[in-house]
C-alpha cells in the first residue's frame, strides 16, 4: 500500500479529537519540563526525518502554534514524546523517546534514534498530553556492504516561497522515493519577482527573521507531504544565508557595517536552518562559527552519496571589483587568482575527506552531491573576450579538478554521476577530464535538476553558449521540476520531471528528458 501523507493528516487530526476523548492518563511529562495544553494545533509545521544510517535516523518537529507570529512565546521547556513503529497503525510500536523542546531552539525537536533494524522503513509521530502530530514514513538503510538490488531516490533545488506553489513537492512525494535530497535554496531570503503569494519578510537579517521564513515554507501542505514520505539528506547554497555569500564573507542590509554584520545574519540563518530541519547534533555550531552539513550517506552495496558544502570554506571570489560582496564575471585573460591552486571552495579538511571516500568500494556508484552546475560554462562577454562567472565551479576550477582526477582514477572499480541545482532549470552535461580539451575523457555525466519554483529567462542565452561548449548536452529553464531516479547494480534511470508552471495546482508533472546511465560507461543515453 502506497503511503499517503496527506491522507496521514487527515487521519491525525481524527485521531486527536479521538484521543482526548478516549485516553485517561495521557503522558504527562518530566519533572524537568511542563507539557502545557495547547489551545491550538502545536504540530502546524508538520514531521520530517533525516540522515538515515542502517540503525536509525533523525526525527524532527517543531512545536509552533501560531508560527507566523513573531510575538507568540511558548513559556519554558516542553516535554515530547516521539513513537516510533513498523506499522503505520502503530500496533507494533518499537521505540518510545523523550525529548524537551526548548525556547532558545524555538521548541524544535531532533530526536536521534538508533538501535533499529536495517534496511526497512518505519513510522513515526510525535505527542505533547493530548496533541498527536501527523504521521512521518521514513526508512533505515541496508548494512554497510550488504545487497541491495535497487533504490529510488529525488533531488530538488531552488524553491523560492513567492515564484510559485510547492507542487512539486507534492508530486514528488506521490513517487515515494527511499531518500530524498535537498541540493540548496531550500528557502530564499529576499523577496523579488513575480508573487503568487508573499514572503513574511521582505529581506532577512534577524533570527526572528530566517525563522518567519521557514514557518512559511513549512506549513505548506505539498512540502509536509515531502518531508512525511521519506527520509532528507542535505546540502546548501546561498539564498539560505545571502545571495552569494563566501564563507564569512557576504551581503548584509543598506546601511549595516559588512565586516561587522554579516557574520551575525549568517549565524541567525544557519541557527534557523538547524532548527528547521532533522540533522544531527554534529551540525551545531561550533567552536569558530561552522556547521558541519558535508558527509556521506552509505546504501548497502549500491551507492553512496557524498554530499559537498561549496558555502563555508570558500575562498573570496576571484578578482572582486572594489567593494564588490557578490559574484560578478571576471577576465580570463587577466584575472591570475582564477587559476590560482591555493585557493579553494571547499577547505583542505573537506578536500582530504572527499579524497579518502569519494568513489571508495563497496559501493558500485557514487552520487556526488552539490549545488549547482560543476561542467565548466565558457562565456564571452560583449566584446568576444572569455570570461568566468566567479560564483560557480568556474570561478574555481583547480579546486574542480582535483575532484575530477579522483574520477578519473577510480571509474574502474566504481561509476559515479553528478547531481546539482542552481540553475533554476534542467541541464544534461559530459564531466570532462580536461574542459580545455574536448576530446578527452568523459569521467562521468552530470545532471542539473531543474527549480521548485524558482524563474530563469535564459534559454536562448544558454543555447547561444553551446558551441562553445561540446560538453554540455541539453538544458531547458523553461519549467519547473526535480529530478528522480531508479538505481540497479546496472544501471542508472534518471527521470526530469517537470511541469509547465506551478502557479496553478492542477498541472500535472511528466518526464521532459528521460535518460539511461549504465554502469561503467559514462554516456548519456536518451531513453
Not at 7 to 25: D, E, H, I, K, P
Not at 90 to 98: A, H, L, S, Y
Amino acid at each position: 500500500m502506497q503511503f499517503d501523507p496527506k491522507r496521514r493528516l487527515f487521519l491525525n487530526a481524527w485521531a486527536m479529537g479521538a484521543a482526548a476523548a478516549s485516553m485517561t492518563s495521557p503522558w504527562r511529562g518530566s519533572a524537568m519540563a511542563q507539557t502545557p495544553k495547547f489551545l491550538s494545533d502545536p504540530f502546524t509545521m508538520g514531521v520530517a526525518s533525516g540522515d538515515p544510517n542502517q540503525d536509525g535516523f533523525v526525527l524532527w518537529t517543531r512545536l509552533a502554534p501560531e508560527p507566523l507570529d513573531p510575538d507568540y512565546r511558548i513559556d519554558g521547556l516542553v516535554d515530547v514524546q516521539c513513537e516510533i513503529a513498523e506499522d503505520e497503525a502503530f500496533t507494533k510500536i518499537v521505540r518510545r523517546e523523550f525529548a524537551v523542546a526548548r525556547p532558545d531552539n524555538a521548541h524544535s525537536v531532533h530526536v536521534e534514534v538508533g538501535g533499529l533494524k536495517p534496511n526497512r522503513p518505519y513510522f513515526y509521530r510525535f505527542r505533547v498530553g493530548l496533541a498527536v502530530s501527523p504521521i512521518g514514513r521514513t526508512r533505515t538503510t541496508p548494512e554497510f556492504g550488504a545487497p541491495l538490488d535497487k533504490l529510488r531516490f529525488a533531488w530538488h533545488s531552488c524553491a523560492h516561497y513567492e515564484q510559485g506553489l510547492f507542487t512539486a513537492y507534492g508530486d514528488l512525494a506521490r513517487q515515494n522515493p527511499d531518500v530524498i535530497l535537498s541540493l540548496g535554496d531550500y528557502i530564499y531570503e529576499v523577496s523579488y519577482g513575480a508573487a503568487v503569494r508573499r514572503m513574511p519578510v521582505e529581506d532577512a537579517f534577524s533570527l526572528s527573521d530566517y525563522r518567519l521564513i521557514h514557518a512559511a515554507h513549512k506549513l505548506d501542505a505539498d512540502l509536509q507531504a515531502a518531508h512525511a514520505v521519506a527520509p532528507w539528506l542535505y546540502i546548501w547554497d546561498d539564498h539560505e544565508v545571502a545571495n552569494d555569500y563566501q564563507g564569512d564573507f557576504g551581503k548584509v542590509l543598506p546601511g549595516q557595517d559588512p565586516d561587522r554584520d554579516f557574520p551575525v545574519r549568517k549565524f541567525n540563518a544557519y541557527k534557523a536552518f538547524f532548527e528547521a530541519n532533522p540533522m544531527r547534533a554534529r551540525s551545531r555550531f561550533d567552536a569558530i562559527n561552522r556547521m558541519r552539513i558535508y558527509g556521506q550517506s552509505g546504501w548497502g552495496d549500491l551507492l553512496d552519496f557524498t554530499l559537498l558544502d561549496t558555502r563555508q570554506y570558500r575562498s573570496k571570489g576571484a578578482c572582486l571589483s572594489p567593494g564588490r560582496r557578490e559574484a560578478e564575471s571576471v577576465s580570463r585573460a587577466t584575472c591570475a587568482e582564477l587559476q590560482d591552486p591555493s585557493r579553494t571552495i571547499l577547505g583542505a579538511r573537506q578536500e582530504r575527506f572527499i579524497s579518502e571516500n569519494f568513489m571508495r568500494a563497496p559501493f558500485k556508484w557514487s552520487v556526488l552531491v552539490q549545488p549547482t552546475l560543476f561542467s565548466t560554462l565558457f562565456q564571452k562577454n560583449a566584446q568576444g573576450d572569455p570570461i568566468a562567472y566567479t560564483d560557480g565551479w568556474s570561478g574555481f576550477e583547480p579546486a574542480r579538478q582535483k575532484i575530477i582526477d579522483i574520477m578519473a582514477r577510480r571509474r574502474r572499480e566504481v561509476s559515479s554521476i553528478v547531481i546539482g541545482g542552481d540553475m533554476h532549470g534542467f541541464w544534461a552535461s559530459d564531466v570532462k577530464q580536461d574542459y580545455n580539451r574536448p576530446e578527452s575523457d568523459t569521467v562521468a555525466v552530470e545532471f542539473v535538476g531543474g527549480s521548485i519554483t524558482s524563474m530563469s529567462f535564459n534559454y536562448d542565452r544558454w543555447n547561444r553558449l553551446f558551441p562553445d561548449n561540446p560538453h554540455l548536452k541539453w538544458q531547458d529553464d523553461r519549467v519547473r521540476g526535480y529530478g528522480l531516479v531508479d538505481v540497479t547494480p546496472q544501471s542508472m534511470d534518471v527521470r526530469l520531471m517537470s511541469t509547465k508552471t506551478t502557479w496553478q495546482r492542477n498541472q500535472a508533472f511528466s518526464p521532459l528528458k528521460r535518460y539511461v546511465v549504465e554502469r561503467g560507461k559514462p554516456v548519456l543515453n536518451e531513453a
